[in-house]
């Protein structure tokens, strides 16, 4: 963890625990104490959610990164929350197995913040959410009582379903400690194709006609902004840097992605696409794993975004969305899991009458009307941290989720003010 990581953050204290025990006993004390706790696992997304207002103690968790149980044949593992990303990627290897989730920084990344955050990259479409590979979990709640939820077997269905609830809870909930992943084998082979649309309507067809193709990619990526094109692969599929440019992964077999790469360029052969650009094996995985650092830090060569935002609307308002967007920042780059609705923006010039009102507002109400929202991920200047800006209009059950975390938080220690809650 960085030290102007935990900076960002009020702190009178760090705790380190190195146990679960040692852990539920810090949280009790800080109950007893009446001290705020802001669990870290990496710190590499301490900036996400709305600033902390309250001083109190940050709770690391990186020393809790121990394996507790790999059945490799049941294709489950057990391991403690502050096991960073890549390690726990490289035991998995060792298997051929993997938990197909893309996400930004792997060696400093913690599961237990990857959970808290729930946030997924390009391979949602095919491989689903880091909610859905969720099967078991322990946490400790904000009175300092270790709670569990699921099991270590696959089917597994008893009690309330904590995995589901704790997942993109930001840590308000409980103190994650220990989880059981449901896991995946590592595909022998992946090829990326791409292409160059004329424009955001010729996009739209295409991405229409994926839902009648008989391929199932793993990620549908639509990648448009004035930078894009520093990229090497995507430098050699055309000379217009206007141009959006669609790319699809396939994973599986070697002959199942042959046959898929074939038919999808048949099918868009019928469309008028005639010039596509294919990556295969480990140059396809390495383009993904750029894709799924953009949202965290850009381009190689581009600069420190102002904002970056992150939309969801419904898959078929992604070019719309992103055609607004470009209107209020003809430099915007965006990164569009196109599949999924989910749109990652990074902006480069922020608007003159301010985030709130000539950015944010405008585009929540382009996202309300597409049955989506806008969150904010990360605002380096930290300016106009609202609820509304940071949030979105979110629709959603205030009542039950302020009357949930006030069964498991009832003194609000845990990231007090971060999250959606209006207190
Ligand atoms: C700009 C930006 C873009 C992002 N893009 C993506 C993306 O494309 N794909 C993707 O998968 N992720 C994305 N993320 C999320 C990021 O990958 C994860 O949030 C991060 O990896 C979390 O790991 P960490 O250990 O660094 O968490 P930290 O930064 O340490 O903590 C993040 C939050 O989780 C809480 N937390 C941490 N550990 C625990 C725990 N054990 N129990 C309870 N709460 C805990 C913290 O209190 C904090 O609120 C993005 C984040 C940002 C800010």
């Given amino acids: 963890m960085s030290s102007t990581a935990i900076e960002s953050l009020p702190i009178n204290e760090t705790l380190s625990p190195d146990s679960q025990a040692a852990l539920v006993d ?35 968790i990186s020393q809790l990164n121990r394996v507790i149980e790999f059945p490799a044949r049941d294709m489950t593992i057990t391991v403690e929350a502050g096991i960073s990303m890549q390690s726990l990627a490289e035991t998995l290897a060792a298997e051929h197995l993997r938990l197909p989730i893309d996400v930004p920084q792997p060696a400093t990344a913690t599961l237990g913040g990857v959970i808290a955050t729930n946030f997924n990259g390009p391979r949602r479409f095919g491989q689903g959410t880091i909610r859905d590979h969720v099967i078991g979990i322990s946490a400790v709640d904000g009175r300092g009582t270790p709670f ?29 400690t220990q989880v059981t992943l449901k896991l995946k084998p590592i595909p022998p082979a992946h090829c990326v194709v791409a292409c160059v649309p004329v424009d955001f309507a010729a996009a739209e067809g295409l991405l229409a006609a994926l839902i009648d193709s008989d391929t199932t990619p793993t990620a549908i990526e639509l990648l448009t902004g004035p930078n894009w094109h520093q990229d090497a692969f995507i430098g050699t599929l055309g000379t217009d840097h206007g141009r959006p440019v669609l790319a699809i992964s396939f994973e599986g077999t070697a002959q199942e992605v042959d046959w898929s790469v074939a038919q999808l360029k048949m099918e868009w ?37 102002p904002l970056v935002l992150k939309a969801n609307v419904v898959p078929s308002g992604t070019t719309r969305f992103a055609a607004q967007v470009q209107s209020l920042d003809p430099s915007a780059m965006i990164q569009a ?24 507002g405008n585009l929540d109400a382009t996202a309300a009307g597409m049955h989506g929202n806008v969150v904010m991920l990360a605002n380096p200047s930290r300016a106009e941290m609202t609820h509304q800006s940071v949030w979105g209009g979110i629709d959603a059950p205030f009542q039950w989720m302020e009357a949930v975390k006030r069964e498991f938080d009832p003194k609000n220690l845990l990231n007090p003010g971060r999250f959606v809650y209006q207190f």
């Avoid at 899991?337 to 944010?360: F, K, M, S, Y």
Wanted: with cysteine; hydrophobic share 40%.
């Fill in 26 to 60: 810090a949280v009790r004390d800080c109950y007893e104490t009446d001290q705020a706790i802001y669990p870290v696992g990496g710190g590499t997304s301490l900036g996400f959610g709305l600033p902390p207002k309250r001083a109190g103690v940050a709770l690391a």
């Fill in 337 to 360: 899991h196109a599949g999924n609705g989910t749109l990652i923006v990074r902006l480069n010039q922020l608007p003159e009458g301010g985030i709130a009102r000539d950015l944010v």
């Fill in 148 to 176: 569990k939820g699921g099991g270590r077997v696959v089917k597994n269905v008893a009690g309330y379903d904590f995995c589901k609830l704790l997942t993109g809870s930001l840590g308000t909930l409980g103190v994650i």
């Fill in 269 to 305: 052969g019928r469309q008028g696409i005639v010039e596509t650009g294919m990556l295969a094996g480990q140059e396809a995985d390495q383009w993904l794993r750029m894709l799924a650092e953009f949202p965290h830090s850009g381009l190689a060569e581009s600069a420190e975004a």
